[in-house]
């Protein structure tokens, strides 16, 4: 049997290191000049308000528009870029307007003759995966001749590692992102994202590691120079690959084991051949958690509780939160972190996503609708405070924390203030010079 090919390169300078990326991994091997091809890079949040953070959680444009150039020295005039950004507001189109036009997409529009689309712009088409399970995608990719998908290389706090695979989660619509957080074990976060590529057209996929990230997949992890590029025709197999740089035996990742029990592939790369760098010279761990600490006052994440903070129970999300109470977490647990005046709370414990359960004899927030229906009626709790939308509102969060006694600032619940939150992270790279926001930037 032929083993896939994966190229691993060094990114060295613009276009060239994606060109020897592209060729060493034949990438462009089948591809006709006159496929549909779609782009679809990792652009997995955005802010009007505020410059933040993108390094390892953007794809760069650096990366888009070398792959742009190189699909069009192939003969290709057909390329669109695409993404479903998840917003604040469901529904805002100004929001990734304003990324894909700040990302310098509007320059290589004009520049390249290229197209560019939100998919909540566009039409769903609903795919049986297998029996029993469907998702819906957006038209224009599942309909394409060829996808090229430019993640970034990260570590990510509810399937270990996001790439290729994971990548594609932003193509499908919000009701089957919501329900790839499956609460059945069998059938749950990690099948899900397995069988996300199953039923696209051929897709090539370089993961952009020019930055990776720690804890990801937003702003508030760890940002890393790490100047690495893997390509692959084979999705899989990237993935693997980019596990192993990533610290992590793909054998570690959930959904990988799914993929590659479905492919009857090994998971230890014994049926991938690496051209380029030696991996094992590359190997960088990044943390994918972050870590919660226990104890008979509180569970809170580590830096609250350092803090002292007693008579909370904030327990560690699971796979079955989706991204927009995701979005909220950081908030609820600031809102908490600064109303901490240094007397204990009155044993109050906060739930989320969709299977977690109360402890008896606690004041219960449940936190988002999902929450709300398992456990409005469950009698172990002594006092239930619901937050019911989903994805709750933010003031409904904080009458919920008042009604809990927990003082929060309501400043922080204003739209501007969420809007404004993830430019504070800009500080951690302030002086730093290999974190350089023109790898985000196309000139006209
Ligand atoms: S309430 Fe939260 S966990 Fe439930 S479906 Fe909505 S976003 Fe997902």
């Given at each position: 049997m032929s083993k896939s090919l994966v190229a691993v390169v060094r990114y060295e300078s613009p276009l060239e290191s994606v060109r020897k990326a592209v060729e060493l991994s034949d990438g462009f091997g089948n591809l006709s000049s006159n496929a549909r091809v779609f782009i679809k890079p990792n652009i997995v949040f955005w802010t009007k308000a505020a410059q933040f953070p993108k390094w390892g959680v953007i794809t760069t444009s650096r990366v888009v528009e070398d792959m742009v150039v190189l699909l069009k020295e192939h003969g290709i005039n057909d390329i669109t870029i695409c993404e479903g950004m998840v917003t604040m507001i469901p529904g805002d189109k100004d929001t990734p307007a304003h990324a894909f036009k700040s990302l310098g997409y509007e320059n290589l529009k004009n520049r390249y003759g290229i197209k560019y689309i939100n998919i909540f712009e566009r039409p769903f088409e609903k795919v049986e995966i297998e029996e029993g399970l469907?998702?819906?995608?957006?038209?224009?990719?599942?309909?394409?001749?060829?996808?090229?998908?430019?993640?970034?290389?990260?570590?990510?706090?509810?399937?270990?590692?996001?790439?290729?695979?994971?990548?594609?989660?932003?193509?499908?619509?919000?009701?089957?992102?919501?329900?790839?957080h499956n609460p059945d074990?069998?059938?749950?976060?990690?099948?899900?994202?397995?069988?996300?590529?199953?039923?696209?057209?051929?897709?090539?996929?370089?993961?952009?590691?020019?930055?990776?990230?720690?804890?990801?997949?937003?702003?508030?992890?760890?940002?890393?120079?790490?100047?690495?590029?893997?390509?692959?025709?084979?999705?899989?197999?990237?993935?693997?690959?980019?596990?192993?740089?990533?610290?992590?035996?793909?054998?570690?990742?959930?959904?990988?084991v799914h993929a590659a029990k479905k492919r009857n592939r090994p998971t230890d790369l014994s049926d991938i051949e690496i051209k380029g760098e030696e991996i094992d010279n590359l190997v960088s761990y990044h943390e994918y958690d972050f870590k919660y600490e226990e104890n008979e006052n509180c569970t809170l994440p580590v830096p609250l509780a350092k803090q002292g903070i007693a008579g909370i129970f904030y327990r560690k999300y699971d796979s079955t939160m989706c991204t927009y109470c995701s979005?909220?977490?950081?908030?609820?647990?600031?809102?908490?972190?600064?109303?901490?005046?240094?007397?204990?709370?009155?044993?109050?414990?906060?739930?989320?996503?969709?299977?977690?359960?109360?402890?008896?004899?606690?004041?219960?927030?449940?936190?988002?609708?999902?929450?709300?229906?398992?456990?409005?009626?469950?009698?172990?709790?002594?006092?239930?405070?619901?937050?019911?939308?989903?994805?709750?509102?933010?003031k409904d969060i904080l009458n919920a924390l008042h009604k809990a006694g927990i003082d929060a600032d309501p400043n922080l619940f204003k739209k501007e203030t969420i809007e404004q939150?993830?430019?504070?992270?800009?500080?951690?790279?302030?002086?730093r010079p290999e974190f350089d926001e023109s790898f985000f930037q196309i000139s006209e």
């Open positions: 469907t998702l819906n995608y957006n038209k224009d990719i599942l309909h394409s001749d060829f996808i090229v998908d430019l993640p970034v290389m990260k570590a990510h706090n509810q399937t270990i590692v996001s790439l290729g695979i994971k990548n594609l989660k932003g193509i499908i619509d919000i009701s089957s992102r919501k329900k790839c074990p069998d059938k749950d976060l990690h099948y899900h994202v397995s069988r996300l590529s199953d039923k696209l057209p051929p897709i090539f996929t370089l993961i952009d590691g020019i930055y990776s990230l720690e804890r990801g997949p937003g702003f508030d992890g760890k940002m890393k120079r790490s100047n690495i590029l893997v390509a692959s025709s084979d999705i899989l197999s990237a993935d693997m690959v980019g596990t192993r740089l990533l610290g992590y035996e793909p054998s570690d990742i959930p959904y990988l979005a909220i977490n950081g908030l609820v647990l600031s809102a908490i972190r600064f109303a901490w005046k240094g007397t204990p709370w009155d044993d109050v414990e906060i739930l989320t996503g969709k299977i977690m359960k109360p402890v008896k004899g606690k004041k219960t927030i449940l936190l988002g609708k999902c929450m709300c229906k398992a456990n409005r009626n469950n009698p172990d709790i002594n006092e239930v405070i619901e937050v019911k939308g989903c994805p709750p509102k933010p939150l993830p430019g504070f992270f800009m500080a951690r790279y302030k002086g």
